[in-house]
T-cell receptor
Framework: DAGVIQSPRHEVTEMGQEVTLRCKPISGHNSLFWYRQTMMRGLELLIYFNNNVPIDDSGMPEDRFSAKMPNASFSTLKIQPSEPRDSAVYFC?????????????FGQGTRLTVV | DQQVKQNSPSLSVQEGRISILNCDYTNSMFDYFLWYKKYPAEGPTFLISISSIKDKNEDGRFTVFLNKSAKHLSLHIVPSQPGDSAVYFCAAKESNTGKLIFGQGTTLQVKP
């Protein structure tokens, strides 16, 4: 398996533009997480899906952020309109929720820069 | 409200010595605790975990200790190697939701 795949790896956009980040989880995994890494807060959980259903989106900063998981093999995180303070590295992770440790596997991240 | 806290942003140790990274949590509903390592420009990778019903788990040079009464866990690396230099994240899994919550991270530097 290729692991969790995120695209693009880097995104530079102008303030006010729409940004869409994409994630393909590991095949067979039933949980998917979107995180944002910042210096102040470390890895901040934005939203968590289980079996394609959003379970907890309390970490989504504001209405400009939205996430979808139309099927078990694809998820998107959209920011519209984007602002300079959204600049960060965004990670997607997937796991198999069940008995046991259930560690999550991360993608390589998308570095977003909003100018 | 940070449920998982790593209060030391950075740690520097000499090669061959012990590295001790600390983590505190507030939620009693966590059933697993995990440590991840992250190199620059890469995603975090799983290192070691511990169930809430245990107090110690060892894997080679890495040992995680859990003190439930103090809501505290630590990662010990012995002996430390320069290749261990990375950012280490502590994480906790909620038993009822499966949600994985991370701390702020600690940057470890192991000097040759």
């Amino acid at each position: 398996d290729a692991g969790v795949i995120q695209s693009p790896r880097h995104e530079v956009t102008e303030m006010g533009q729409e940004v869409t980040l994409r994630c393909k989880p590991i095949s067979g995994h039933n949980s998917l997480f979107w995180y944002r890494q910042t210096m102040m807060r470390g890895l901040e959980l934005l939203i968590y899906f289980n079996n394609n259903v959003p379970i907890d989106d309390s970490g989504m900063p504001e209405d400009r952020f939205s996430a979808k998981m139309p099927n078990a093999s694809f998820s998107t995180l959209k920011i519209q309109p984007s602002e300079p303070r959204d600049s960060a590295v965004y990670f997607c992770a997937s796991s198999l929720r069940g008995a046991g440790s259930t560690e999550a596997f991360f993608g390589q991240g998308t570095r977003l820069t909003v100018v | 409200d940070q449920q998982v806290k790593q209060n030391s942003p950075s740690l520097s140790v000499q090669e061959g010595r012990i590295s001790i990274l600390n983590c505190d949590y507030t939620n009693s509903m966590f059933d697993y605790f995990l440590w991840y390592k992250k190199y620059p420009a890469e995603g975090p990778t799983f290192l070691i975990s511990i169930s809430s019903i245990k107090d110690k788990n060892e894997d080679g040079r890495f040992t995680v200790f859990l003190n439930k009464s103090a809501k505290h866990l630590s990662l010990h690396i012995v002996p430390s190697q320069p290749g261990d230099s990375a950012v280490y994240f502590c994480a906790a899994k909620e038993s009822n939701t499966g949600k994985l919550i991370f701390g702020q991270g600690t940057t470890l530097q192991v000097k040759p």
